[in-house]
């Protein structure tokens, strides 16, 4: 069914959910999440195969979430204005080109600086491309749902695919590793991406079968509150993730910091002035709906540095494969697949502060409970248990700020508030590893340095490893300057070249293992103070669903 609005363009409806749009939805945004999650479980190798300082290695993952923490909103409104459906095929499309030219990453006759540059490039591809699904998916969801009871096991569904994606890229990960990709043993990590590019072919064929939905009434492109957003979001991550390396000092990264705050102003001012705003700040008057967003960025904040904690702890510092590393990932995001038929009764019949409030008390229990591990012990199954706890309070609380984001709001305005909430959550999710990267690999660089500056005799073995490539015979010099250059870049580098011939090894490994022990703890504390948040602050009794008419029904 469609309507003509003011603007001329015809509004399409959709009455239902059709069996297509749920399957097509469902797939496109567990596409987009394995996408998103796969670079973590192949840490370990890239650091191995293309040699990256620890600066590029965080910037492998960031390249694919800067894009979409920036551009969400933006596609939030092509979708309203033109049609979701040919933003699902056309972001399904997207993603598959940017793992082919991830794929075709230079070989190792290449300098590392190009052969990264390439993989950045196809990451931010792949990013655009899932920056289009997840609101888009999550919009058609809210406009094909107009009962409480469809609405809660449509979101169900939808937060069970997203999460299920995040557990199938280790396991999907951990066995493509398994196969050669050469002679290069330390390249298989292109299958994996290989195999990301078929399941988006397969999401944009599957995409032909959804139906249609759009509304346009009160939206536009909004040129110049786009281009504010995408400004001060891109100034602010750059500061963050760029502080760890360069310093918080740096004129670059505190000229980030000034900028992402002047074009945050610029954009209120834009949203404020305009007709057809990007977004509607009067959301934000929203009690529930201003509260969800805190808390969506405190506690998405929290789980994916808890994700990126766990990738670096088991395949960067405790160098397990792929495979053993993918176990931790199904513990932390299969839950939400497992546990759909009561996220979607507990959504529907119960105050969804419980949900949020549940399960991120749990992340941060889980995340205080792993800190306490040292990564000494090298067996998988003292973190089990934490592992556990995490997974399951993620369950709950991403159907709950979901639950939340499109139950408060008009239903006209679906495609605005599942922006506003993927860009937040997603916001979160890069916060998180930049973050808790920066503090991490802060510490282990002082514990490092001071461990260093106390030991003449580990200054001396230094200075002579140091000094190994000038008296290497011309046929090992270049590898042997590898493994200088990789014990010089910083903590991860150096923990990753063997004990046999680097003096930092265990010196590294102790500083990792503590810094990231902190790590944990600073996800907790956010975890708490989401679920403090959505406890207190949220309101409505405990068996009174969140869930407004007006969010219902068109």
């Known amino acids: 069914m469609s309507t003509t609005t003011g603007s001329g363009r015809k509004a399409v409806h959709t009455r239902q959910l059709t069996p297509g749009t749920q399957i097509a939805t469902a797939i496109a945004v567990c596409v987009a999440q394995v996408g998103l999650a796969i670079p973590a479980v192949l840490n370990g190798l890239f650091q191995q195969d293309l040699g990256t300082t620890s600066a590029q290695l965080t910037w492998i993952s960031d390249a694919f979430l800067v894009p979409v923490t920036l551009l969400e909103l933006t596609f939030g409104v092509l979708g309203d204005l033109f049609g979701r459906k040919r933003l699902l095929i056309g972001g399904s499309l997207l993603l598959a080109i940017g793992e082919i030219v991830s794929v075709l990453t230079p070989g190792a006759g290449v300098s590392t600086d190009a052969r990264v540059a390439v993989l950045w490039i196809g990451q931010a591809l792949a990013g655009i491309g899932a920056a289009v699904l997840f609101p888009t998916t999550l919009a058609m969801v809210a406009a094909g749902t107009h009962t409480a009871r469809s609405r809660a096991r449509g ?35 292109r299958w994996a991406f290989v195999a990301v590019c078929v399941l988006a072919l397969v999401s944009t064929a599957v995409a032909f079968t959804a139906r249609n939905s759009s509304a346009p009434e009160g939206r536009s492109l909004d040129w110049p509150g786009q281009i504010t957003i995408a400004v001060s979001l891109f100034a602010l991550l750059f500061a963050v993730i760029q502080g760890s390396t360069s310093g918080w000092s740096d004129a670059w990264v505190i000229s980030g910091f000034v900028v992402a705050v002047i074009f945050f102003a610029l954009f209120i001012l834009a949203e404020r002035r305009s007709p057809a705003p990007l977004l509607r700040l009067d959301l934000f008057r929203n009690r529930a709906f201003a509260t969800n967003s805190v808390v969506t960025v405190f506690g998405m904040f929290a789980f994916l540095g808890t994700a990126y904690s766990t990738s670096i702890r088991l395949s960067a510092i405790q160098e397990f494969s792929p495979l053993k590393t993918a176990i931790a990932f199904v513990l932390l995001q299969g839950f939400a697949l497992a546990l759909m038929p009561l996220t979607a009764r507990v959504i529907h019949n119960y105050n969804p502060r419980w949900a949020l409030g549940a399960g991120f008390l749990l992340i941060g229990a889980g995340d205080i409970w792993i800190a306490t591990h040292s ?9 089990i248990a934490p592992l556990v706890l995490i997974g399951v309070g993620f369950a709950f609380a991403l159907s709950g700020v979901t639950a939340v984001a499109v139950n408060t709001v008009p ?43 106390g030991s003449p005799s580990l200054q001396s073995a230094m200075a002579a490893f140091n000094a190994a490539p000038a008296k290497a015979p011309e046929a090992e010099r270049a590898t042997v300057e590898a493994a200088v250059g990789a014990v010089n870049s910083g903590p991860l580098g150096a923990n990753a070249v063997p004990a046999s011939v680097n003096p930092l090894k265990d010196v590294a490994f102790e500083a990792l293992g503590h810094a990231y022990s902190i790590g944990y703890v600073v996800c907790g504390v956010a975890a708490l103070v989401a679920a403090f948040l959505a406890a207190v602050v949220l309101r409505g009794g405990a068996d009174r669903p969140m869930v407004t008419e007006e969010s219902l029904h068109d």
């Open 155 to 189: 979101i169900a569904i939808w937060a069970a695919a997203l999460s299920s994606g995040g557990f199938i890229s280790p396991l999907l990960g951990g066995l493509m590793t398994k196969l050669s990709w050469g002679d290069d043993p330390n390249a298989s990590w």
């Open 375 to 383: 990564v000494a012990d090298l067996a998988l199954l003292p973190i």
């Open 411 to 453: 239903n006209h305005l679906a495609g605005m508030a599942s922006g506003t909430t993927s860009q937040l959550r997603d916001f979160g999710f890069t916060l998180g590893p930049a973050v808790v990267g920066a503090i991490a690999l802060s510490n282990a660089a002082s514990a490092i340095q001071a461990k260093i500056a």
